[in-house]
């Protein structure tokens, strides 16, 4: 048996790659805006870090398209009203104020004009420079294009498995909290209303950023496969939850109408609650990589038809039918992806 070198085992891997990938993208940035003589490089290096920061909770290239549309517009809109605006200080600051004011109405429901008051702002109070409007405008856009594509680019190159790795620990991880909201809803302890609440507020921004997470993972060309399970999965994903939504309501309302004190876990919902039991445990079991046998269709005693009219009851069996067809997908899904075996 032939002793080979030792593996290095990293605790922290994904976090040191993405350190790695900032320390090439800051040095890219500087390196580029300085060879094409930008006037302010520092700007490319912060757009650098903050297209590379987002890799970590996913969304990078939606920074990077955004900064870069945020800024094209703020330096044209910034121009312009450099253009315009009257002389001296007074006149200045009026015009970059109701200019700020202005765009950062619009930003509010527009997430890609974030940036646009500050390079706005920037252009108008800099035309006065002896560079020019048109300039600085034309200076600021390709600083920030030059800072979010070393970004983007160091990310690619430098580990391209990054966003792969990043978005694999996140389906986990989501699984794994989706069951715990589950279980916690059968447990059916009123005073974790509060808790249950704050979970499902958790849960829907850790979909968000796991849809985010999975746009940022680039195929090699060719058949998007991949690409498309991933989409997939998280679709899965948003049915899971909506499906438990309705599940705790059916248990909100058992709660409401039960003596104070009571658990609703026990009693009429009792049956849905050990069906429900096996989804929670099938979606830990996701969280670590395992997957099971699929969860057939509920029994005839938990159908709608069965539970009748009654609100508690109906909302249980609906969500329970929903949720072993979806989980059953979301499962397919993980072993598609590799996820689970």
Do not use: C
Request: overall charge positive; charged content about 20%.
């Amino acid at each position: 048996m032939k002793a080979g070198l030792p593996r290095l085992k990293l605790p922290h891997t994904i976090e040191v790659r993405a350190a790695l990938q900032m320390a090439a993208g800051a040095g890219a940035a500087l390196i580029i805006a300085t060879w094409l003589k930008l006037p302010h490089p520092y700007w490319s290096v912060i757009s650098a870090i903050v297209v590379i920061q987002a890799s970590t909770g996913g969304g990078v290239l939606k920074v990077a398209r955004d900064r870069a549309l945020g800024t094209g517009f703020g330096a044209v809109v910034g121009a312009l009203v450099a253009l315009v605006r009257p002389e001296g200080l007074v006149g200045m600051a009026a015009a970059v104020s109701l200019t700020a004011a202005v765009l950062a109405l619009f930003a509010a429901r527009r997430p890609w004009l974030k940036v646009a008051p500050v390079t706005a702002a920037i252009v108008i109070a800099g035309a006065a420079g002896p560079d020019g409007t048109a300039s600085l405008a034309l200076d600021r856009v390709f600083e920030i294009l030059v800072g979010s594509a070393s970004g983007v680019a160091s990310i690619l190159l430098l580990f391209p498995r990054h966003a792969r790795d990043v978005f694999r620990r996140m389906a986990g991880q989501v699984a794994g909290e989706t069951g715990e909201l589950l279980a916690m809803i059968l447990h059916g302890d009123p005073r974790e209303a509060a808790d249950i609440l704050d979970r499902h507020r958790k849960l829907k921004a850790r979909l968000t950023a796991l849809e985010a997470a999975a746009g940022d993972v680039l195929d090699l060309p060719g058949p998007q496969k991949e690409a498309a399970d991933r989409a997939a999965l998280v679709r899965a994903f948003w049915r899971v939850r909506s499906d438990i939504v309705i599940i705790g309501r059916g248990f909100q309302s058992a709660a409401e109408a039960a003596a104070p004190g009571a658990s609703p876990a026990v009693g009429k919902l009792e049956p849905w609650t050990l069906a429900a039991g096996g989804a929670a445990e099938r979606l830990k079991g996701l969280s670590k990589g395992r997957a099971s046998a699929p969860l057939g269709a509920p029994d005839d005693t938990l159908t709608l038809a069965a539970a009748g009219a009654e609100p508690s009851l109906a909302a249980a069996a609906i969500g329970l039918a929903h949720l072993q067809r979806d989980l059953n997908d979301l499962a397919d899904r993980f072993a598609d992806l590799g996820l689970a075996t």
